[in-house]
Protein backbone atom coordinates (compact mmCIF):
# COMPACT_ATOMS: atom_id res chain seq x y z
CA UNK A 1 0.00 0.00 0.00
CA UNK A 2 2.20 3.24 -1.54
CA UNK A 3 5.74 2.27 0.01
CA UNK A 4 7.85 5.49 0.40
CA UNK A 5 10.68 5.46 -2.75
CA UNK A 6 8.86 3.17 -5.39
CA UNK A 7 9.16 4.84 -8.74
CA UNK A 8 5.28 4.68 -9.30
CA UNK A 9 3.17 5.30 -12.96
CA UNK A 10 1.19 8.40 -12.54
CA UNK A 11 -1.49 10.04 -14.73
CA UNK A 12 -1.94 13.65 -14.15
CA UNK A 13 -4.63 15.18 -15.73
CA UNK A 14 -4.76 18.84 -16.86
CA UNK A 15 -0.77 18.67 -17.33
CA UNK A 16 -0.25 20.79 -20.13
CA UNK A 17 -0.29 24.36 -17.92
CA UNK A 18 -0.06 25.20 -14.51
CA UNK A 19 0.20 23.37 -11.48
CA UNK A 20 -0.38 19.69 -13.61
CA UNK A 21 3.01 20.50 -15.66
CA UNK A 22 4.79 21.53 -12.97
CA UNK A 23 3.97 18.33 -10.90
CA UNK A 24 4.76 16.15 -14.20
CA UNK A 25 8.13 17.91 -14.17
CA UNK A 26 8.68 17.06 -10.20
CA UNK A 27 7.46 13.74 -10.25
CA UNK A 28 9.69 12.78 -13.72
CA UNK A 29 12.84 14.12 -12.07
CA UNK A 30 12.13 11.81 -8.66
CA UNK A 31 12.41 8.74 -11.26
CA UNK A 32 8.31 8.38 -11.30
CA UNK A 33 6.36 7.67 -14.76
CA UNK A 34 4.34 10.33 -15.60
CA UNK A 35 1.16 10.00 -18.32
CA UNK A 36 0.31 13.46 -19.16
CA UNK A 37 -3.80 14.06 -20.38
CA UNK A 38 -4.88 17.36 -21.70
CA UNK A 39 -6.74 19.07 -24.58
CA UNK A 40 -3.63 20.78 -25.93
CA UNK A 41 -1.64 17.87 -27.53
CA UNK A 42 1.34 20.10 -28.76
CA UNK A 43 1.74 21.41 -24.86
CA UNK A 44 1.91 17.63 -24.10
CA UNK A 45 4.29 16.92 -27.10
CA UNK A 46 6.76 19.79 -25.77
CA UNK A 47 6.12 18.62 -21.83
CA UNK A 48 7.16 14.95 -22.95
CA UNK A 49 10.50 15.77 -24.89
CA UNK A 50 11.51 18.10 -21.96
CA UNK A 51 11.01 15.37 -19.55
CA UNK A 52 12.58 12.58 -21.55
CA UNK A 53 15.63 14.96 -22.58
CA UNK A 54 16.43 15.42 -18.77
CA UNK A 55 16.48 11.50 -18.47
CA UNK A 56 12.69 11.26 -17.38
CA UNK A 57 9.98 8.62 -18.81
CA UNK A 58 6.62 10.61 -19.94
CA UNK A 59 3.69 10.13 -22.13
CA UNK A 60 1.32 12.11 -23.52
CA UNK A 61 -2.22 10.88 -23.73
CA UNK A 62 -5.10 13.23 -25.40
CA UNK A 63 -7.92 13.69 -22.97
CA UNK A 64 -11.09 15.43 -22.22
CA UNK A 65 -11.86 14.81 -18.67
CA UNK A 66 -16.03 15.75 -19.19
CA UNK A 67 -15.38 12.42 -21.43
CA UNK A 68 -16.09 9.57 -19.43
CA UNK A 69 -14.93 7.41 -22.80
CA UNK A 70 -11.64 9.54 -23.10
CA UNK A 71 -10.64 9.25 -19.09
CA UNK A 72 -11.18 5.88 -19.74
CA UNK A 73 -9.10 5.25 -22.64
CA UNK A 74 -6.34 7.46 -21.14
CA UNK A 75 -6.34 5.10 -17.70
CA UNK A 76 -5.98 2.02 -20.06
CA UNK A 77 -3.82 3.61 -22.10
CA UNK A 78 -1.38 4.29 -19.01
CA UNK A 79 -2.22 0.93 -17.26
CA UNK A 80 -1.48 -1.03 -20.56
CA UNK A 81 1.99 0.63 -22.06
CA UNK A 82 3.31 1.04 -18.54
CA UNK A 83 2.34 -2.35 -17.08
CA UNK A 84 0.22 -0.59 -13.72
CA UNK A 85 -1.38 2.58 -12.61
CA UNK A 86 -0.20 3.58 -9.10
CA UNK A 87 -1.30 7.38 -9.10
CA UNK A 88 -4.05 9.22 -10.42
CA UNK A 89 -4.14 12.60 -9.82
CA UNK A 90 -7.08 14.54 -10.63
CA UNK A 91 -5.70 17.91 -11.30
CA UNK A 92 -7.86 19.37 -14.65
CA UNK A 93 -9.87 21.94 -13.77
CA UNK A 94 -11.18 25.41 -15.01
CA UNK A 95 -12.50 28.54 -13.51
CA UNK A 96 -14.57 31.02 -15.67
CA UNK A 97 -15.70 33.72 -12.65
CA UNK A 98 -18.62 35.40 -12.66
CA UNK A 99 -21.15 37.14 -10.57
CA UNK A 100 -24.17 35.07 -10.50
CA UNK A 101 -26.80 37.78 -11.55
CA UNK A 102 -25.02 37.53 -14.82
CA UNK A 103 -26.27 33.87 -15.58
CA UNK A 104 -23.70 32.43 -17.26
CA UNK A 105 -25.14 29.01 -17.66
CA UNK A 106 -22.85 27.27 -20.14
CA UNK A 107 -20.09 28.59 -17.67
CA UNK A 108 -21.69 27.16 -14.85
CA UNK A 109 -22.28 23.61 -16.59
CA UNK A 110 -18.49 24.06 -17.46
CA UNK A 111 -17.16 23.95 -14.35
CA UNK A 112 -19.48 21.05 -13.15
CA UNK A 113 -18.26 19.40 -16.09
CA UNK A 114 -14.81 19.78 -15.55
CA UNK A 115 -14.42 19.90 -11.73
CA UNK A 116 -16.70 17.85 -10.28
CA UNK A 117 -17.70 15.15 -13.02
CA UNK A 118 -13.88 15.30 -14.51
CA UNK A 119 -13.25 13.91 -10.72
CA UNK A 120 -15.91 11.53 -10.77
CA UNK A 121 -14.79 9.73 -14.30
CA UNK A 122 -11.22 9.72 -12.85
CA UNK A 123 -12.09 7.95 -9.94
CA UNK A 124 -14.51 5.51 -11.82
CA UNK A 125 -11.47 4.76 -14.21
CA UNK A 126 -8.68 3.81 -12.22
CA UNK A 127 -10.91 2.08 -9.40
CA UNK A 128 -10.67 -1.01 -11.22
CA UNK A 129 -7.19 -0.89 -12.09
CA UNK A 130 -6.25 -0.22 -8.49
CA UNK A 131 -8.76 -2.78 -6.69
CA UNK A 132 -6.92 -5.30 -9.13
CA UNK A 133 -3.21 -4.55 -7.94
CA UNK A 134 -4.79 -3.90 -4.78
CA UNK A 135 -3.08 -0.52 -4.79
CA UNK A 136 -3.38 2.78 -5.75
CA UNK A 137 -3.80 6.43 -4.81
CA UNK A 138 -6.15 9.00 -5.85
CA UNK A 139 -4.99 12.43 -5.36
CA UNK A 140 -7.85 15.47 -6.43
CA UNK A 141 -7.04 19.29 -6.70
CA UNK A 142 -9.32 21.23 -4.57
CA UNK A 143 -8.86 24.92 -3.62
CA UNK A 144 -8.90 26.83 -0.28
CA UNK A 145 -11.86 28.06 -2.61
CA UNK A 146 -13.29 24.27 -0.82
CA UNK A 147 -13.64 25.94 2.25
CA UNK A 148 -14.42 29.85 1.53
CA UNK A 149 -16.49 31.33 -1.27
CA UNK A 150 -15.98 34.64 -2.67
CA UNK A 151 -17.56 36.70 -4.53
CA UNK A 152 -17.80 35.58 -8.59
CA UNK A 153 -16.85 32.39 -7.21
CA UNK A 154 -20.22 31.10 -5.79
CA UNK A 155 -20.03 28.12 -8.66
CA UNK A 156 -16.53 27.28 -9.13
CA UNK A 157 -16.80 27.32 -4.98
CA UNK A 158 -19.39 24.95 -4.70
CA UNK A 159 -17.24 22.95 -7.88
CA UNK A 160 -14.38 22.51 -5.54
CA UNK A 161 -16.76 22.20 -2.28
CA UNK A 162 -17.70 19.07 -4.24
CA UNK A 163 -14.54 18.05 -5.33
CA UNK A 164 -13.44 18.07 -1.47
CA UNK A 165 -16.65 16.27 -0.11
CA UNK A 166 -16.02 13.31 -2.92
CA UNK A 167 -12.09 12.78 -2.20
CA UNK A 168 -12.90 13.02 1.58
CA UNK A 169 -16.00 10.26 0.96
CA UNK A 170 -13.38 8.16 -1.06
CA UNK A 171 -11.23 8.25 1.65
CA UNK A 172 -13.28 6.96 4.54
CA UNK A 173 -15.31 4.52 2.09
CA UNK A 174 -11.87 3.49 0.71
CA UNK A 175 -10.15 -0.34 1.43
CA UNK A 176 -6.82 -0.35 3.20
CA UNK A 177 -4.62 -0.63 -0.07
CA UNK A 178 -5.93 2.54 -1.67
CA UNK A 179 -4.71 5.95 -0.56
CA UNK A 180 -6.58 9.29 -1.44
CA UNK A 181 -5.14 12.69 -0.76
CA UNK A 182 -6.85 15.95 -1.35
CA UNK A 183 -4.49 18.75 -2.26
CA UNK A 184 -5.94 22.32 -1.15
CA UNK A 185 -4.22 25.30 -2.98
CA UNK A 186 -4.65 28.87 -2.44
CA UNK A 187 -3.85 31.53 -4.82
CA UNK A 188 -0.85 29.96 -7.81
CA UNK A 189 0.86 30.91 -10.59
CA UNK A 190 -1.02 29.40 -13.52
CA UNK A 191 -3.17 29.47 -16.67
CA UNK A 192 -6.15 29.27 -14.30
CA UNK A 193 -7.34 33.01 -14.47
CA UNK A 194 -7.12 32.90 -18.05
CA UNK A 195 -10.53 31.36 -18.79
CA UNK A 196 -12.34 34.44 -16.97
CA UNK A 197 -14.50 36.51 -19.59
CA UNK A 198 -16.39 38.61 -16.97
CA UNK A 199 -14.70 41.90 -17.16
CA UNK A 200 -15.93 42.85 -13.60
CA UNK A 201 -14.53 39.01 -12.27
CA UNK A 202 -11.76 39.31 -13.66
CA UNK A 203 -10.37 42.88 -12.80
CA UNK A 204 -10.92 41.39 -9.06
CA UNK A 205 -9.24 38.47 -9.27
CA UNK A 206 -6.17 39.95 -10.83
CA UNK A 207 -5.72 42.18 -7.50
CA UNK A 208 -6.58 38.68 -5.44
CA UNK A 209 -4.55 36.63 -7.40
CA UNK A 210 -1.12 39.22 -7.60
CA UNK A 211 0.33 37.18 -4.75
CA UNK A 212 0.55 33.54 -6.16
CA UNK A 213 2.81 31.00 -5.38
CA UNK A 214 4.56 29.35 -7.67
CA UNK A 215 2.90 26.05 -9.22
CA UNK A 216 6.03 24.21 -8.09
CA UNK A 217 5.05 25.02 -4.07
CA UNK A 218 2.11 23.17 -5.38
CA UNK A 219 4.05 20.27 -7.25
CA UNK A 220 6.43 19.88 -3.82
CA UNK A 221 3.19 19.02 -1.74
CA UNK A 222 2.03 16.64 -4.31
CA UNK A 223 5.13 14.66 -4.19
CA UNK A 224 5.04 14.77 -0.88
CA UNK A 225 1.89 13.31 -0.29
CA UNK A 226 2.70 10.08 -3.06
CA UNK A 227 6.33 9.69 -1.57
CA UNK A 228 4.80 9.40 2.04
CA UNK A 229 4.35 6.34 3.60
CA UNK A 230 1.42 6.97 5.35
CA UNK A 231 -1.92 8.05 4.17
CA UNK A 232 -1.82 11.74 3.76
CA UNK A 233 -5.19 13.52 4.24
CA UNK A 234 -5.33 16.99 2.60
CA UNK A 235 -2.38 19.56 2.19
CA UNK A 236 -3.77 23.29 2.62
CA UNK A 237 -0.69 25.62 1.30
CA UNK A 238 -1.57 29.03 0.41
CA UNK A 239 0.54 32.43 0.14
CA UNK A 240 1.22 34.13 4.00
CA UNK A 241 -0.55 37.53 2.15
CA UNK A 242 -3.77 35.18 1.68
CA UNK A 243 -6.39 35.34 4.28
P1 LIG B 1 -4.30 25.89 -15.54
O1 LIG B 1 -5.38 26.59 -16.28
O2 LIG B 1 -2.91 26.37 -15.76
O3 LIG B 1 -4.36 24.33 -15.82
C1 LIG B 1 -5.57 23.65 -15.95
C2 LIG B 1 -5.34 22.37 -16.73
O4 LIG B 1 -6.60 21.69 -16.86
C3 LIG B 1 -4.80 22.60 -18.12
O5 LIG B 1 -3.74 21.70 -18.33
C4 LIG B 1 -5.97 22.27 -19.03
O6 LIG B 1 -5.47 21.68 -20.22
C5 LIG B 1 -6.69 21.25 -18.20
N1 LIG B 1 -8.09 21.08 -18.59
C6 LIG B 1 -9.07 22.02 -18.62
N2 LIG B 1 -10.21 21.48 -19.09
C7 LIG B 1 -9.93 20.18 -19.36
C8 LIG B 1 -10.69 19.10 -19.88
N3 LIG B 1 -11.98 19.23 -20.22
N4 LIG B 1 -10.09 17.89 -20.02
C9 LIG B 1 -8.79 17.75 -19.69
N5 LIG B 1 -8.02 18.71 -19.21
C10 LIG B 1 -8.60 19.92 -19.04
O7 LIG B 1 -4.71 26.02 -14.01
P2 LIG B 1 -4.07 25.38 -12.66
O8 LIG B 1 -2.81 24.70 -12.92
O9 LIG B 1 -4.13 26.44 -11.66
O10 LIG B 1 -5.21 24.32 -12.28
C11 LIG B 1 -4.96 23.00 -11.84
C12 LIG B 1 -5.94 22.65 -10.72
O11 LIG B 1 -5.60 23.39 -9.54
C13 LIG B 1 -7.40 22.98 -11.02
O12 LIG B 1 -8.22 21.93 -10.55
C14 LIG B 1 -7.63 24.24 -10.19
O13 LIG B 1 -8.99 24.41 -9.86
C15 LIG B 1 -6.75 23.95 -8.98
N6 LIG B 1 -6.42 25.12 -8.18
C16 LIG B 1 -5.68 26.15 -8.72
C17 LIG B 1 -5.40 27.27 -7.96
C18 LIG B 1 -4.66 28.43 -8.53
O14 LIG B 1 -4.66 29.53 -7.91
N7 LIG B 1 -3.99 28.30 -9.66
C19 LIG B 1 -5.84 27.37 -6.56
C20 LIG B 1 -6.58 26.24 -6.10
C21 LIG B 1 -6.84 25.16 -6.88
P3 LIG B 1 -6.13 21.80 -21.68
O15 LIG B 1 -6.74 23.17 -21.80
O16 LIG B 1 -4.96 21.58 -22.59
O17 LIG B 1 -7.12 20.69 -21.74
Known sequence: ???????????????????GAATARQLAQEGHTVVLGARRQERLDELVSEIESDGGTAAGVSLDVTARHSVQEAVTYAAETFGRLDVLINNAGIMPLSPLEQSHVDEW????????????????????VMREQKSGHIVTLASTGAHEVLPTAAVYCATKYAAWAISEGL?????????????????????????????EAREAMQEYRSNALPATEIARSISYAINAGGDVNEIIVRPTTQR
Not at 2 to 19: E, F, P, Q, R, Y
Open 1 to 19: TGSAHKKKVILITGASSGI
Open 171 to 199: RIESEPWLRVTTITPGVTESELADSISDP
Open 109 to 128: DSMIDVNIRGVLHGIAAAQP
